[in-house]
């Protein structure tokens, strides 16, 4: 008898770990725990955290030791040439499986003249005019907030508003004394937006100490519906830079035209030669190693894109015919100009031949597809396009002996990662999703943009998952960023959903 009051006790811990917080229980938990955590929220926010101030970032890890040391957990300092990363670790007792958690806490630098407010580091909440202008309105009144109202601050919604979230689904199990059935690792970025570089170093030398089952990601806008969406991939990044040479200085275009040969000419024909009037890749191999097949096709279909508005939007009559809709464009690797420089424009124009032209470029990266073939790929074409090809600015001997030269540099920042929706992870999210909003979540195989996670996934060899939270347009790195308060309600549920979601 007592056994069975055992097993029956059990069972209803049990129950109540998984099955008792359905939808609308969740939603009024979340309710709570938002409101109750605006304070921290702000607090969090008016730490600056642009990370080419250290002694700010400093701060910054210090406030995340005291929240995540306040809710029971360990925190450990992973040393780099640069900031720390800081690591919380919190155990279950009946654990099974442990989950890495990826936070992001800097944020990108600010142009604090280009913001309606008085700083970007301090939070101005904010609503809509019947004209569609920003109107800051007293912060207390968030006690009451709409949401459509908004946030704004640097961070706000990249990424310091999913740690306010996660800490504010702590608080929420925590007073229902529910714990997770899985150990946490919370692993948190300090210069993320500096492009991460000493992250990959750091994962290499503290493999064990990192060592999961799983990897999610608390970063990143959800569909442009506002939609509950997981995204399961993200693009890698490389850059490159080309510079064309003319006379070795600028020379005056009136005795020099017809004779001094034109760098700005010659670099545009050379980028043009990459490319078809469709903008896809001329360059024989650039997309080979990416198949999408028929299941893939309707993951990707799957996707409730509206491109008439996104075309709208950009003011574009004709996409890019890479891909034939939104989706599949974003599965292939990109060969983008990112912004070129010759000679002097506007108002600064000069009557001359300019002595060299520059053109930084980017690759986005795709699974299938190595980096360092690619730029083998773009160096081959620049050569066959009758270039000398260095890797330095060229000597007068080279300027002599060599009618055209590029110098050609470059650099891999991560590559792409990219899960299947049927692992673990994924299942995983899916049920809490699932529970949360009782239709299934939006799932985009692959985000367009990059984020640093592949040194996880490749040297820790775990599948990761995005569970994005805030609004899309949210000016994410420009001037007004925001965090739409109803987005944080509903990342706070998705969080408390997946703590309480058993593994
Ligand atoms: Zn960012």
């Given at each position: 008898m007592q056994k069975l009051l055992f097993v029956l006790a059990f069972l209803s811990v049990n129950g109540l770990f998984s099955q008792q917080l359905e939808s609308a229980e969740l939603e009024a938990l979340a309710s709570k725990f938002t409101k109750a955590s605006f304070p921290m929220y702000r607090?969090?926010?008016?730490?600056p955290s642009d990370a080419n101030y250290p002694e700010d970032i400093e701060l910054n890890v210090q406030w995340c030791e005291n929240a995540f040391q306040s809710r029971n957990f360990s925190t450990t300092r992973i040393k780099t040439d640069y900031v720390p990363l800081l690591l919380a670790e919190r155990k279950a007792k009946s654990a099974q499986k442990t989950v890495l958690i990826y936070l992001q806490l800097d944020g990108q630098p600010v142009d604090s003249?280009?913001?309606?407010?008085?700083?970007?580091?301090?939070p101005a909440l904010k609503q809509q005019n019947e004209k569609g202008d920003w109107e800051q309105i007293p912060w207390e009144n968030i006690e009451n907030y709409e949401d459509d109202w908004r946030v704004f601050a640097r961070a706000a919604s990249d990424a310091k508003g999913p740690v306010a979230m996660f800490l504010a689904s702590l608080d929420a199990?925590?007073?229902?004394?529910?714990?997770?059935?899985?150990n946490m690792k919370v692993i948190m970025d300090?210069?993320?937006e500096l492009g991460s570089p000493h992250l990959p170093q750091a994962v290499k030398d503290n493999s064990d100490l990192l060592s999961a089952d799983m990897l999610i990601i608390l970063d990143g806008p959800v569909h442009n519906s506002n939609k509950p969406t997981l995204v399961f991939g993200a693009r890698g990044i490389a850059q490159m830079q080309l510079t064309t040479y003319g006379p070795i200085v600028p020379q005056h275009s009136g005795h020099y035209g017809n004779y001094a040969p034109n760098p700005a000419l010659r670099l545009s024909k050379l980028l043009a030669s990459m490319k078809d009037d469709d903008g896809r890749v001329t360059i024989p191999g650039f997309y080979d190693g990416v198949h999408i097949d028929e299941a893939t096709e309707k993951i990707l279909k799957s996707v409730p894109d509206d491109e008439t508005e996104i075309k709208n939007r950009l003011k574009i009559v004709k996409p890019d015919k890479v891909g034939s809709?939104?989706?599949?464009?974003?599965?292939?690797?990109?060969?983008?100009?990112l912004g070129m420089e010759s000679g002097w424009v506007r108002e600064q124009t000069r009557t001359i031949v300019p002595s060299d032209a520059i053109a930084e470029l980017d690759m986005r990266l795709v699974q299938g597809s190595d980096p360092q073939r690619l730029i083998g790929l773009v160096q081959k074409h620049i050569e066959a396009q009758g270039f000398h090809v260095i890797d330095k600015e060229p000597t007068d001997e080279e300027r002599m002996k060599y009618d055209?030269?590029?110098?050609?540099?470059?650099?891999?920042?991560?590559h792409s990662f990219q899960t299947d929706f049927n692992t673990e992870v994924g299942q995983w999210l899916q049920r809490a999703y699932n529970r949360a909003y009782e239709v299934d979540p939006i799932r985009i195989r692959m985000g367009g943009g990059s984020i640093p996670i592949s040194p996880f996934v490749t040297t820790l060899g775990i599948p990761a998952v995005l569970v994005t939270t805030v609004n899309s347009d949210n000016n994410q790195h420009s001037p007004n960023e925001n965090l739409r308060l109803g987005n944080y309600r509903n990342g706070v549920k998705a969080m408390i959903a997946f703590l309480t979601e058993a593994l």
């Open positions: 607090d969090l926010l008016s730490i003249t280009k913001w309606f407010q008085e700083s970007p580091w301090v199990i925590e007073s229902l004394k529910i714990e997770p059935n899985f300090f210069e993320e809709y939104y989706q599949e464009a974003i599965q292939y690797p990109s060969l983008n100009i055209k030269i590029v110098t050609f540099t470059h650099k891999v920042f991560y």
